[in-house]
């Protein structure tokens, strides 16, 4: 099973980014997607679900409205939309999936939203 996250980058306040993360090694549209992102000096949070045919999507509280999180099972990847950044979205990125024996993350990509 691997996660390969892309995406990252540095852009300023009230910008966009579009996370990437492909996926290999199981049989993506039976696997439930997360993204979880970690700040320095912070703990690693959820940022939001996908349930396997993408039909049911959950947010953390602070990113609803400005995020949008999709999967395209024809191609092993999903999508985190982002827009209207902040400053606090500011962290490393994680891709995340389960199977019934492990947890599973990518290697992370940086976010960095500054002026």
């Known amino acids: 099973v691997q996660v390969v996250e892309s995406g990252g980058g540095l852009v300023q306040p009230g910008g966009s980014l579009t996370l990437s993360c492909a996926a290999s090694g199981f049989t993506f549209s039976n696997n439930a997607m997360s993204w979880y992102r970690q700040a320095p000096g912070k703990e690693r949070e959820l940022v939001a679900g996908i349930s396997r045919a993408g039909g049911s999507i959950n947010y953390a509280d602070s990113v609803k409205g400005r995020f949008t999180f999709s999967r395209d099972n024809a191609k092993n990847i999903v999508y985190l939309q982002m827009n209207s950044l902040k400053p606090e979205d500011t962290a490393v990125y994680y891709c995340?999936?389960?199977?019934?024996?492990?947890?599973?993350w990518g290697q992370g990509t940086q976010v960095t939203v500054s002026s």
């Open positions: 995340y999936t389960t199977n019934q024996w492990a947890g599973y």
